[in-house]
């Protein structure tokens, strides 16, 4: 048993410090709500933590604190957990600080900004296969999940006219998707008075969705299936073709026409370099609209995403707002008014600077790494779930991504079973506990709901930044991880020196889950928290 479980580290400190009867030292609470930085002049000695200072310090003093504070995070290149982009060259720099004051409403005043914006749209549209006849129109927002949302709401109302025209109740629309889906699905579905129809998904169908299921949860209060290009859980792409297939037949069968959004987070920035003979996109008529995050493998800086509709008639006009600046008119249809310009003039940086053959290289390169990933740990103690590695019937183990099953750069695996068997008292979630230690941020999750809740996978996201270099430390930072928890003594000196980390502010501004946790998402038959990112 560990020792620091009875020992509360507050009054560790409290009682370690010199003479602490004399009452010259601040009583603990006091203590923790003001900040005690290292700096020799000490002009940030004293400042509140969680009430403004009266009088503010100066900017040098504050950089110090806050630049010292924010050390403790971990190393954005060694953040497997996450897809968001991580690097840009320095003139990508330049020219984000150049733009970082201008704000992408203020037309007028920044029109530049403004038709750098239409052009990332028309580029991303030729991307997707925008047909030519109609016109596509399109927004930056600030990620997939404000896209998710101005993707479901132009469904939504879209639906809802039709029902009102129709004559028919339009209070009760419902929207599909896998339960594999990440949050941003779900919080459309419920901050929007949707219901969430979940189709269930199973390990054997690669933890996605089935078309064939959806089907059975579609009815004429459905406004849209959500198709998802990569999965959040273990990067396999959802078969939007077979899934507009079989919404033709239902359409023939019933005449209910349910159009497609395509959740294209990732998978919009992957599959046109990396598969190019994949359908997926606006190629496929019933795809009305797409959304992807520019941060992710649109190789931006967290903060943009878009959102495009094949035409803009699938955007209702109750959604579009017209804006009067100085004379001219823009339309906006967006969540946020206010928005940074240097995001989507640096997503612009990267379409000038990459090329399509830049992202290409890059999709390739991914793909590449992810397949040395997968199989060095195949070839351990690891069953992988992911299947960017296999290669397809009749083609050759090449470089060329559509030689394998297609997906994003994601690896997700378990221990294999025979591990398990051999070493019943190893956990799987003690393996990035320990490779934390190293550095290495890997998440282990919980499998999405359906046949398999109770797996659990490990998941490593290959970015750019993760190199083959790296690639390689990583793979022996893992084997060496878990042969050191093979014996049981290992396993427990590990576990006892890579405990959690002591975090005596984090609740500050945290919901209680005790009032809005559980209770809230079973109000509504949905899932709640507790999802992966
Ligand atoms: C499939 C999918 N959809 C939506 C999102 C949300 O994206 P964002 O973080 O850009 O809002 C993610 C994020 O990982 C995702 O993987």
């Given at each position: 048993?560990?020792?620091?479980?009875?020992?509360?580290?507050?009054?560790?400190?409290?009682?370690?410090?010199?003479?602490?009867?004399t009452?010259?030292?601040?009583q603990?609470?006091e203590?923790?709500?003001?900040?005690?930085?290292?700096?020799?002049?000490?002009?940030?000695?004293?400042?509140?933590k969680?009430t403004?200072?009266?009088?503010?310090i100066?900017?040098?003093?504050?950089y110090q604190?806050?630049?010292?504070?924010?050390?403790?995070?971990?190393?954005?290149t060694?953040?497997?957990?996450s897809?968001?982009?991580t690097?840009?060259?320095?003139?990508?720099?330049?020219?984000i600080?150049?733009?970082?004051?201008?704000?992408?409403?203020d037309?007028?005043?920044?029109?530049a900004?403004?038709?750098?914006?239409?052009?990332?749209?028309?580029?991303?549209?030729s991307?997707?296969?925008?047909?030519?006849?109609?016109?596509?129109?399109?927004?930056?927002?600030?990620?997939s999940?404000?896209?998710?949302?101005?993707g479901g709401l132009?469904?939504?109302?879209?639906?809802q006219?039709?029902?009102?025209?129709a004559?028919?109740?339009?209070?009760?629309p419902?929207?599909?998707?896998?339960?594999?889906?990440?949050?941003?699905?779900?919080?459309?579905?419920?901050?929007?008075d949707?219901?969430?129809?979940?189709?269930?998904?199973?390990?054997s169908?690669?933890?996605?969705?089935?078309?064939k299921?959806?089907?059975?949860?579609?009815?004429?209060?459905?406004?849209?299936?959500?198709?998802?290009?990569g999965?959040?859980?273990?990067?396999?792409?959802?078969?939007?073709?077979?899934?507009?297939?079989?919404?033709?037949?239902?359409q023939?069968?019933?005449?209910?026409?349910?159009?497609?959004?395509?959740?294209?987070?990732?998978?919009?920035?992957?599959?046109?370099?990396?598969?190019?003979?994949?359908?997926?996109?606006?190629?496929?008529?019933?795809?009305?609209?797409?959304?992807?995050?520019?941060?992710?493998?649109?190789?931006?800086?967290?903060?943009?995403?878009?959102?495009?509709?094949?035409?803009?008639?699938?955007?209702?006009?109750?959604?579009?707002?017209e804006?009067?600046?100085?004379?001219?008119?823009?339309?906006?249809?967006?969540?946020?008014?206010?928005?940074?310009?240097?995001?989507?003039?640096?997503?612009?940086?990267?379409?000038?600077?990459?090329?399509?053959?830049?992202?290409r290289?890059?999709?390739?390169k991914?793909?590449?790494?992810?397949?040395?990933?997968?199989r060095?740990?195949?070839?351990t103690?690891f069953?992988v779930l992911?299947?960017i590695h296999?290669?397809?019937?009749?083609?050759d183990?090449?470089?060329?991504?559509e030689?394998?099953e297609?997906?994003?750069p994601?690896?997700?695996?378990?221990?294999?079973?025979?591990?398990?068997?051999?070493?019943p008292h190893?956990?799987q979630?003690?393996?990035?506990?320990m490779?934390?230690?190293?550095?290495?941020?890997?998440?282990?999750?919980?499998a999405?709901?359906?046949?398999?809740?109770?797996?659990?996978?490990?998941?490593?996201?290959?970015?750019?930044?993760?190199?083959e270099?790296?690639?390689?430390?990583?793979?022996a930072?893992i084997?060496?991880?878990?042969?050191?928890?093979?014996?049981?003594?290992?396993s427990?000196?590990?576990?006892?020196?890579?405990g959690?980390?002591?975090?005596p502010?984090?609740?500050?501004?945290?919901?209680?889950?005790?009032n809005?946790?559980?209770s809230?998402?079973?109000?509504?038959?949905q899932?709640?928290?507790?999802?992966?990112?």
């Amino acid at each position: 048993m560990s020792l620091s479980r009875h020992i509360d580290p507050e009054e560790v400190i409290q009682k370690s410090r010199d003479h602490p009867h004399t009452q010259t030292y601040r009583q603990a609470h006091e203590r923790r709500s003001i900040h005690h930085s290292w700096s020799r002049d000490e002009d940030a000695s004293g400042v509140p933590k969680y009430t403004m200072p009266e009088i503010g310090i100066p900017s040098k003093a504050a950089y110090q604190l806050l630049h010292d504070e924010t050390l403790l995070d971990g190393n954005p290149t060694l953040n497997l957990a996450s897809f968001v982009h991580t690097w840009m060259p320095e003139d990508a720099h330049k020219l984000i600080m150049e733009n970082i004051s201008k704000n992408q409403v203020d037309l007028d005043e920044y029109p530049a900004a403004t038709i750098i914006h239409n052009r990332c749209i028309s580029m991303i549209a030729s991307l997707w296969k925008a047909p030519s006849e109609g016109k596509v129109i399109g927004t930056s927002t600030a990620g997939s999940s404000e896209a998710i949302m101005l993707g479901g709401l132009a469904m939504k109302k879209r639906w809802q006219e039709a029902r009102k025209a129709a004559g028919k109740d339009y209070y009760h629309p419902n929207v599909v998707f896998g339960s594999n889906a990440q949050v941003a699905l779900e919080k459309f579905a419920r901050y929007f008075d949707v219901e969430c129809r979940l189709v269930p998904v199973k390990a054997s169908n690669n933890y996605i969705m089935d078309p064939k299921d959806a089907i059975q949860y579609i009815d004429e209060n459905t406004i849209g299936v959500m198709v998802i290009l990569g999965s959040t859980y273990t990067g396999h792409f959802e078969n939007v073709q077979e899934m507009s297939e079989l919404l033709d037949k239902l359409q023939e069968k019933t005449g209910l026409d349910i159009p497609i959004h395509v959740d294209g987070a990732s998978g919009a920035f992957i599959a046109p370099f990396a598969y190019p003979s994949l359908k997926w996109g606006f190629e496929i008529p019933r795809v009305v609209s797409i959304n992807t995050s520019g941060h992710k493998f649109g190789l931006v800086y967290a903060g943009i995403g878009w959102v495009l509709w094949r035409d803009e008639s699938y955007l209702n006009k109750d959604l579009v707002f017209e804006l009067h600046y100085l004379g001219s008119v823009e339309y906006s249809f967006t969540l946020n008014f206010s928005k940074p310009a240097a995001p989507i003039i640096a997503q612009m940086f990267n379409f000038l600077n990459l090329g399509f053959e830049g992202y290409r290289k890059i999709a390739f390169k991914d793909l590449r790494n992810a397949r040395l990933l997968s199989r060095a740990l195949e070839n351990t103690y690891f069953k992988v779930l992911s299947n960017i590695h296999r290669v397809l019937p009749g083609k050759d183990e090449d470089d060329n991504p559509e030689s394998y099953e297609p997906g994003l750069p994601v690896v997700s695996f378990v221990l294999s079973d025979g591990f398990k068997k051999d070493y019943p008292h190893v956990q799987q979630a003690w393996i990035p506990a320990m490779l934390r230690g190293k550095g290495w941020i890997i998440p282990n999750y919980g499998a999405p709901a359906g046949e398999s809740e109770s797996d659990e996978m490990l998941r490593v996201v290959v970015r750019e930044t993760l190199s083959e270099d790296l690639i390689e430390r990583l793979i022996a930072d893992i084997v060496d991880t878990t042969e050191s928890m093979m014996s049981e003594a290992g396993s427990q000196l590990l576990l006892a020196t890579s405990g959690s980390v002591h975090q005596p502010d984090r609740e500050h501004g945290r919901p209680d889950k005790a009032n809005f946790g559980e209770s809230a998402g079973e109000a509504q038959g949905q899932t709640g928290y507790a999802r992966q990112c």
